[in-house]
């Protein structure tokens, strides 16, 4: 694990969602729908979202559908390069902030219509598999934050992960997610590991592997 270089472009990107993100998920996610956090979490996904441009995203673990807006705003909004969207929630309904549907909604309508967001209501500990679909270019795990739950979340996503794609998981400065994201990579070594440190830490694991391969490290050889 190394961490995010000062130089890194997605620093710079999410220096700039600071003024720009704002009034844009304000009319999208209203608070209900927000963790309550300090200014410094949103901005990353949108940051993510113009960084790296995804294709094709897969988000477990869904609260109310502010991160994952956040990083379609991020691509471009309706003009975003994103053309699918799957969200997973493996977490009790209770624990939600608004219903699966509602959060996919705001995915859509933060890209303009371009595409609608699949809403898969799934407890992922379940799931020997992920649902049919694409490969992903960039894979969201913020759900059940026990070791054992998330090194499952990581297992069942890597076989669809796209060539040169990214996972993030969230919530790494938890003991039980650091261990299970080391215990993950440890088995996985071709895997690049990067630490953003966000208020509550995220990994980056990048399928290539390779510094000058990775977006997020451009210009920082």
């Known amino acids: 694990m190394r961490p995010l270089p000062d130089a890194s472009p997605l620093r710079a990107a999410k220096a700039a969602a600071v003024e720009t993100l704002a009034p844009l998920l304000n009319a999208i996610v209203p ?28 988000e477990i673990g869904v609260l109310g559908g502010g991160s994952a807006a956040s990083l379609v ?20 309904h209770d624990q939600q ?16 219509g371009k595409f609608r967001a699949n809403a898969y209501l799934l407890d992922s500990q379940r799931l020997r598999a992920l649902p049919d679909g694409p490969l992903y270019d960039l894979i969201s795990i913020d759900g059940d934050h026990r070791t054992g739950p998330c090194f499952h979340d990581l297992r069942i996503s890597l076989p669809r992960l796209a060539p040169g794609g990214h996972i993030l998981c969230d919530d790494a400065q938890w003991d039980w997610v650091k261990w299970a994201v080391d215990d993950f990579v440890a088995e996985h070594a071709w895997l690049d590991d990067l630490f953003v440190a966000t208020h509550t830490g995220t990994r980056v ?15 920082c050889r």
Request: with cysteine; glycine share 12%; hydrophobic share 40%.
């Open 31 to 58: 608070q209900e729908g927000r963790i309550a956090t300090p200014g410094d979490y949103y901005e990353w996904y949108f940051a993510y979202g113009e960084v790296l441009r995804p294709k094709t995203v897969l």
């Open 73 to 92: 705003l991020g691509a471009g909004g309706e003009n975003c390069s994103i053309e699918h969207f799957d969200l997973i929630d493996n977490e009790s």
């Open 97 to 112: 902030a608004v219903p699966l549907a509602l959060a996919a909604s705001r995915v859509t309508r933060a890209a303009g």
């Open 205 to 219: 694991l990048h399928s290539m592997g390779h510094i000058g391969e990775c977006p997020l490290l451009e210009g």
